[in-house]
């Protein structure tokens, strides 16, 4: 269900355009990026399942403010090796071979995220800003891609 630019909704097509080419979407947090407590992400990696049920990485967040850090990390729960991207390796930017260091986390957290409209095959090209957790959204309810 699309809504005007003043709602905020991502359930049904998860997504709403905004005036400024920006998009409104929703995303299962699978990493927290490494650079401060392990309850305190400074930045994550949201990926969406395809049709198939494969998970797949669709973005990496901007640093997430502070309030948010403390609100996403304690729902933030450690992944083992049974995780889909568990020998996965990333790098800090394109291009780049510094590695980034990162957790795996279980995918059962959607996060609400504001991005460009850069979007290819269901990835975003640029960094997205996380917005805030939705407690009332499971992974399944969150768009799938091809």
């Known amino acids: 269900m ?3 630019a003043v709602g905020v909704d991502v359930g049904g097509t998860k997504a709403l355009m905004l005036a400024q080419g920006q998009e ?9 990026v490494e650079t401060g407590p392990v309850a305190r992400p400074n930045m994550l990696l949201l990926g969406r ?7 797949r990485l669709v973005v990496r967040s901007t640093p997430l403010p502070l309030a948010l850090r ?3 990390g304690p729902l933030l729960t ?3 090796p049974g995780h889909p991207w568990w020998k996965m390796r990333l790098t800090v930017s394109w291009g780049s071979r510094e590695p980034l260091s990162f957790t795996c986390v279980e995918p059962e957290i959607v996060v609400e995220f504001l991005g460009d409209t ?3 095959a269901g990835r975003w ?3 997205v ?3 805030r957790p939705r407690s009332d959204l499971t992974a399944e309810d969150v768009d799938h891609i091809e």
């Open 2 to 4: 699309r809504r005007a």
């Open 24 to 32: 409104l979407g929703g995303g299962v947090i699978t990493h927290r």
């Open 49 to 55: 399942y395809t049709r198939g049920g494969r998970l």
């Open 70 to 72: 403390d609100e996403i």
């Open 78 to 80: 450690p992944a083992g």
């Open 118 to 120: 850069a979007v290819d």
């Open 125 to 127: 090209r640029h960094a």
């Open 129 to 131: 800003r996380a917005q």
